[in-house]
């Protein structure tokens, strides 16, 4: 991970306008519910969805990851084959890569939650007891946990399918839609938010930030939790068994 620190802290512009690009789309949606609830009264007040906008920016660098398009690269450049050889495995170099791409951008996102913290501390409305906060962090734990599964399924993918990327960015729009980052779930159609609460995505954004802003019935918390453990074991269990199947199908057409 040291090494992988050394490389992203070279491009620290870099994360800088990454963050900058993140912070575009929730602030436009934030200003456009904020006019709908001036017009017409929604289920969340403006507090609310300033608060949840805000969140949500801070919550999705903690549990976004892109390490699918990493492992596409490596299965198509033939690259995976350094790995075959080492004493550990890719999922391990990935994630080493990840984190420490996370701790540069978290570094380089610290001064702009300040800023916005100060903007907007009059319309903040958080819930901030100790058990509040312990869900909090178990639900960003088991959020990340997900979408690394999740990008671990698609990247494997690739030894199977022809137009992965294709796969990728079908990911990223589902999660970007049933995860909360682009709608709250209190403001999805019934349906939608049905589904949402079945599927493993609300974990990755939603999820955490209603439970630190208290936008989510209390009824709701327990049982999305045991749905996000249940989805997490399959996950974990499928990344294991597709890439055990991979590796075969790798070495037997002897790449």
Known sequence: MGAYWQVHAQYRLGAVLWIVNGFVT???LMIIWLVVN????LTLSSTEIVTYYL????VVRLTQTWLAEDLINLIKDGRLSFFLIRPFSVVHDLLAKDQALRLV?????LPFVLIFLSLFSSAFQLILTPTRLGLFFSALILGYCLNFCL???VGISTFWLEDAYGTFMLLILITDILSGLLIPLRLMPAWLANLSLLLPFYALVGFPVDLLTGTIDPRLILPYLFVTVFWLIVMF???KLIYSQALKKYTAVGI
């Open 26 to 28: 929730p602030l436009i």
């Open 38 to 41: 001036q017009s017409q009264p």
């Open 55 to 58: 969140m949500s920016i801070i």
């Open 105 to 109: 951008r978290l570094i380089s996102l």
């Open 151 to 153: 990008q671990m399924i």
């Open 237 to 239: 269990v499928g990344v």
